[in-house]
C-alpha cells in the first residue's frame, strides 16, 4: 500500500448536525462559525445580508402561500416563500418590522423579490456546506 494512502474509515464528526443545520439556517455564516470557520462566516454572511437588502431596497415584496388560484400560481407562491423564509434571522426581522411594499408594477420590485429569494437559496447552500464541513465530507 503506497505511503500517502487515504484512510477509508470515516471520522467522527467536529460536532452533531443536529446543532450545526438549525443555525447555518437561522443565522447565515453561523453553522461556519460553529464549526470554526470565521472566514467563511464572515463572508456567508455579508453575501446573504447584502442579497436580502438589495432585494429590500428594490421594494421586492414577500411571498406568502395562497389558497387561491391555480396550481401553478399556489406552486410558485409557495417556492418563493419556502426561498424566502430560507434567509432564516433576515427574514423574521423583516416581517417583524413589518416589512410590506406596496404592490405596485415595475421591474425594480420584480427584481427586489428575486434577490429575496437567492438570498435564501444562497443560505441552503451554505447551511449545505456547514454539513458537509462538520461531518467531515468536505475540508
Not at 12 to 28: E, G, K, Q, T
Not at 38 to 46: C, E, S
Not at 78 to 90: A, K, Q
Amino acid at each position: 500500500m503506497p505511503a500517502n494512502a487515504v484512510n477509508a474509515t470515516p471520522s467522527a464528526p467536529l460536532l452533531s448536525p443536529i446543532i450545526v443545520i438549525p443555525l447555518a439556517w437561522f443565522i447565515p455564516g453561523g453553522g461556519h462559525f460553529l464549526v470554526g470557520r470565521k472566514g467563511r462566516a464572515a463572508i456567508v454572511f455579508v453575501t446573504v445580508l447584502a442579497t436580502f437588502l438589495i432585494g429590500t431596497a428594490m421594494r421586492g415584496p414577500l411571498f406568502h402561500p395562497v389558497d387561491t388560484g391555480d396550481v401553478l400560481s399556489r406552486l410558485i407562491q409557495f417556492g418563493g416563500y419556502l426561498g424566502d423564509l430560507s434567509s432564516g434571522l433576515f427574514y423574521f426581522l423583516a416581517t417583524f418590522m413589518g416589512y410590506g411594499p406596496p404592490d405596485v408594477a415595475g421591474y425594480s420590485p420584480d427584481y427586489g423579490a428575486k434577490f429575496i429569494v437567492a438570498a435564501g437559496l444562497l443560505n441552503i447552500l451554505a447551511v449545505v456546506d456547514a454539513y458537509e464541513i462538520c461531518t467531515r465530507q468536505k475540508d
